[in-house]
């Protein structure tokens, strides 16, 4: 998923011409395979845009690309090459290369000549223009996304603007529903928020971050499992701007729908542990009365832990680590406090204190590995690069 844009390049041939083979496996029987050399071209069409779904959401990526790239090959000889289906095959082999296995320069690549097709396409007159709009929606939102994987920031949000603008004409003129237009909207100020994340803007990425969930909670529920990466990210970026209580309260609602969608015990501990971290961060901050939503869900992805068959006894003994480290460092602060109450900052029993807390940040271990003090914990709220889904 992860893989260099130079390693996967000659990769990316391969495929092609893998994908495009008629040689039948070793064991194919001979009268399928003869079956699918004189299979019409639509028919074939067909099959392998059901096949990249089914690859898709079993994870098989590799498969799932070979069968894009035949609708590809496929679609350029059922419509020829002036023909907007033929652009819309790009886009979706330009989601695939970038959703399945992270390659956004192959992505922008594919969605580029998915433009320059568009640009000299023929429309028959008996299509309807709506689907070739659409069409050039998604090919602007995956350009703008493949553009932010690659840094170019400038050039993404341009292409996303574009995206906004058809939908609204869209939605405007009637051709798409309002429930659609959210759907896409979502997708659209996701995107944009990234941007400005990317350029170290929190403040504007913050307001993209709100909407994309106002959108998506309308279109989708506030339950919906596609609600996550936004909670998640919005929480990071709330983090980041010192709003606790709203990072923590996004990150909570994160959990609740891991818990209801009865997730593995995997995730719940991680979502757990996410919520534990957001609060050790906020005390911190100076907000100790975060201190017992830290423990508790420190406690809760230890039990979730346990619950997980197959998990290893050293991530129980990390988390387990951590949690103790923080009952230390957050015991120590609260008798810090009471004694600069009672004697001032300069009394020796006061000065002790803060030196035994400095030594615990510095040497904070219990089991033999490097800490650092609690606010350097991540509450598990980084962009994502790639998420599940349309793009």
């Not at 593995?264 to 939503?293: F, K, N, Q, Y």
Request: charged share 25%.
């Amino acid at each position: 998923m992860h893989e260099s844009q130079e390693s996967c390049f000659s990769n990316h041939l391969d495929e092609i011409v893998a994908a495009v083979s008629l040689t039948a496996p070793e064991n194919t029987p001979s009268t399928l395979m003869q079956t699918a050399v004189f299979q019409p071209p639509r028919e074939k069409l067909e099959l392998c845009e059901e096949k990249a779904k089914s690859y898709s959401s079993r994870h098989e990526y590799t498969k799932a690309i070979q069968e894009l790239v035949r609708c590809v090959a496929l679609t350029r000889i059922c419509y020829g090459d002036a023909h907007w289906k033929r652009a819309e095959a790009h886009v979706n082999l330009a989601q695939g290369y970038l959703q399945l296995k992270g390659l956004s320069l192959q992505a922008k690549q594919h969605a580029e000549k998915a433009k320059e097709i568009l640009t000299n396409a023929v429309v028959p007159p008996y299509d309807d223009h709506a689907e070739v709009f659409k069409c050039s929606i998604e090919l602007f939102h995956t350009l703008g996304r493949a553009s932010l994987a690659l840094q170019k920031f400038k050039e993404a949000a341009e292409n996303l603007t574009k995206a906004e603008t058809l939908s609204k004409e869209l939605l405007q003129c009637g051709r798409i529903s309002q429930e659609k237009w959210m759907e896409i909207q979502a997708r659209t100020k996701l995107s944009f928020a990234q941007v400005y994340q990317g350029q170290k803007k929190s403040k504007e990425a913050l307001s993209h971050y709100q909407e994309a969930l106002e959108y998506m909670e309308t279109s989708k529920g506030d339950k919906s499992l596609e609600c996550l990466p936004v909670l998640k990210e919005l929480a990071g970026v709330e983090q980041a701007l010192g709003l606790h209580d709203a990072s923590i309260n996004h990150l909570l609602q994160a959990h609740l729908i891991i818990l209801k969608r009865k997730s593995s015990s995997e995730e719940a501990m991680l979502s757990a542990l996410c919520v534990a971290r957001a609060a050790v961060t906020s005390i911190a901050s100076g907000r100790p009365e975060h201190h017992d939503v830290a423990e508790q869900y420190f406690q809760e992805s230890m039990a979730h832990l346990k619950a997980a068959e197959g998990m290893g006894k050293a991530k129980f003994l990390s988390i387990q680590d951590e949690y103790c480290h923080f009952l230390q460092v957050t015991g120590q602060e609260e008798c810090l406090q009471i004694q600069t109450l009672l004697y001032g900052p300069q009394d020796k029993r006061t000065m002790a204190t803060q030196q035994s807390m400095d030594v615990l940040f510095k040497v904070p271990e219990m089991a033999g590995k490097p800490r650092q003090p609690p606010k350097a914990k991540p509450a598990c709220t980084g962009v994502a690069q790639h998420t599940a889904g349309k793009s």
